[in-house]
């Protein structure tokens, strides 16, 4: 089992930046799979990026480029960096771990980008 932690979500301006956090209650090696999706309203949940426990990583053509996922080891925390916001971006941001079939999610973040 683990605990998912987000923060870092606010209300910015389109070519802004921020920095989602996302802090886990076990060590991150013992995860498989951690991974950032966000939710529009009346939309999916979708995939935005995400990074397995050997570090690799894989991120959503419609934000590479400007999205990059990474992770602090020491501190158990997953980061989304997002540079160049667009409306588009707008959602609700939540933090997963798959840990070998067993999902968990965090509470989510709002990022809001006005048009």
């Known amino acids: 089992q683990v605990q998912l932690v987000e923060s870092g979500g606010g209300l910015v301006q389109a070519g802004e930046s921020l920095r989602l956090s996302c802090a886990a209650s076990r060590s991150i090696f013992s995860i498989n799979v951690m991974g950032w999706y966000r939710q529009a309203p009346d939309k999916q949940r979708e995939l935005v990026a995400r990074?397995?426990?050997?570090?690799?990583?894989i991120v959503a053509g419609s934000v590479k480029g400007r999205f990059t996922i990474s992770r602090d080891t020491a501190k158990n925390t997953v980061y989304l960096q997002m540079n160049s916001l667009k409306p588009e971006d707008t959602a609700v941001y939540y933090c997963n771990a798959d840990m070998y079939g067993l999902l968990y999610w965090g509470q989510g973040t709002q990022v809001t980008v006005p048009s």
């Open positions: 990074i397995t426990s050997s570090g690799s990583t």
